[in-house]
C-alpha cells in the first residue's frame, strides 16, 4: 500500500483490502467528510493517548470480539506477522481482552503479556514504529495463504488424532442469542443426533479441544456463523454440510472448502417471515428437507 503526496492510496489486489474501506477524505484526520453524507463516516480521535515504544503490530479490525472473525481474520495475519521475521514488541487490539481469546493465543504460542487489548473508543494509540500485516480476506475471498495459520495448529495440536481414520459426525449448534436464530433448531438437531451426529457446541469447549474433535470429523455440519468456521481444522477430503437461510447467502464456508479441500453441501432454509426477511431475521428448516440432506452427507 502507498501513500502519495496528494492524499490518496494506492492499493495492490494482494493486500486483500477493499478500496471502499477508505473514504475520499484528508489523510491528516480520522475524521472523514460529513457522516450524512452518502458512503463517507465519522471516526471521533479519542484525546487521551497511549504511547508504546519499540515495535507494535496492529491486529485489529471491525468484528474483532467475535471468535468467527479471529479464525478468518486475526490468525491469519497473526501468523503471518511471526512469519516474517520481525521482532514484534507488543500484539494490539482495540477491544477488551475474553478468555477465549487467550486460549487462541496460548495454542498459537503468542505470550498474553506479549498481546495488549484497549479500548480504542477510550484512548489512541501512539507507537514508535508500526506494522499493519496483510489481510487474508475480503469478504467471501480468501488469500491463497489464508489456511496456513489452521494447518500449523492442527498439525501442532492434533498429531494423535491425524494418525487415525477420521471417522466422528458433529453438528455444530450456534450459541443461543444473537442473529439468525434457526427457529427450529431443536428439531433439526434431533434429526441429525438421530443419524449419529454429536451435538457440538464448541463455545463449551477449549480452544485445542476443538481443533482435536474437527481434526477427528469425516462429516460435519452445521448453521452458518463463527461455529462452522472451525471447519478450517478438519481433514482435506472433509464432507461438510452447512445450513443457512435465503435470507443470508453467504459464500465464506465455500471458500474455506476450496481452500480446504472439503466436499461441501448447502442446505438452505426460509425466514420465518418471507415478507420481512432481512440478514439478521430468524428462519427454519424444512425436516423433511434435513433428512434428505444428510442422505446426501452420508
Excluded at 478468518?72 to 497473526?78: G, H, S
Excluded at 514488541?89 to 487462541?104: A, C
Excluded at 503479556?113 to 494509540?125: E, G, H, I, M, S
Aim: charged share 20%.
Amino acid at each position: 500500500m502507498t501513500l502519495t503526496g496528494d492524499n490518496r492510496i494506492l492499493l495492490g489486489r494482494g493486500l486483500m483490502l477493499n478500496p471502499k474501506s477508505f473514504p475520499q477524505a484528508p489523510l491528516a484526520s480520522l475524521a472523514a467528510k460529513d457522516p450524512a453524507m452518502p458512503g463517507t463516516y465519522r471516526v471521533d480521535k479519542p484525546e487521551e493517548a497511549i504511547y508504546l515504544a519499540g515495535t507494535v503490530c496492529n491486529l485489529g479490525l471491525p468484528g474483532a470480539r467475535i471468535y468467527g472473525h479471529w479464525i478468518v481474520d486475526v490468525l491469519p495475519r497473526l501468523y503471518k506477522t511471526l512469519g516474517h521475521g520481525l521482532v514484534i514488541d507488543h500484539y494490539v487490539m482495540g477491544e477488551t481482552r475474553k478468555p477465549w481469546q487467550n486460549d487462541i493465543l496460548k495454542a498459537v504460542g503468542v505470550a498474553e503479556d506479549k498481546f495488549l487489548f484497549w479500548d480504542a473508543r477510550q484512548y489512541r494509540l501512539e507507537a514508535e514504529r508500526l506494522v499493519v500485516p496483510t489481510f487474508a480476506r475480503i469478504s467471501s475471498e480468501l488469500h491463497e495463504e489464508f489456511m496456513d495459520v489452521h494447518i500449523f495448529l492442527r498439525e501442532k495440536h492434533a498429531a494423535s488424532e491425524l494418525g487415525s481414520p477420521a471417522t466422528d459426525k458433529l453438528f455444530i449448534a450456534r450459541a443461543e442469542g444473537g442473529n439468525r436464530q434457526l427457529a427450529n433448531r431443536d428439531a433439526v438437531e434431533a434429526v441429525f443426533a438421530d443419524h449419529g451426529f454429536e451435538i457440538f457446541r464448541p463455545e463449551l469447549w477449549p480452544f485445542v479441544e476443538q481443533i482435536k474433535k474437527l481434526a477427528r470429523a469425516a462429516v460435519v455440519a452445521g448453521e452458518c456463523g463463527s461455529g462452522m468456521h472451525n471447519t478450517v481444522f478438519c481433514r482435506p477430503g472433509t464432507r461438510v454440510g452447512v445450513l443457512q437461510s435465503s435470507a443470508n447467502l453467504s459464500f465464506l464456508q465455500g471458500q474455506i472448502a476450496l481452500h480446504a479441500q472439503h466436499d461441501l453441501y448447502y442446505l438452505i432454509g426460509m425466514p420465518i417471515d418471507p415478507k420481512e426477511a432481512y440478514l439478521k431475521s430468524s428462519w427454519r428448516v424444512d425436516i423433511a428437507d434435513a433428512h434428505r440432506f444428510i442422505a446426501m452427507l452420508s
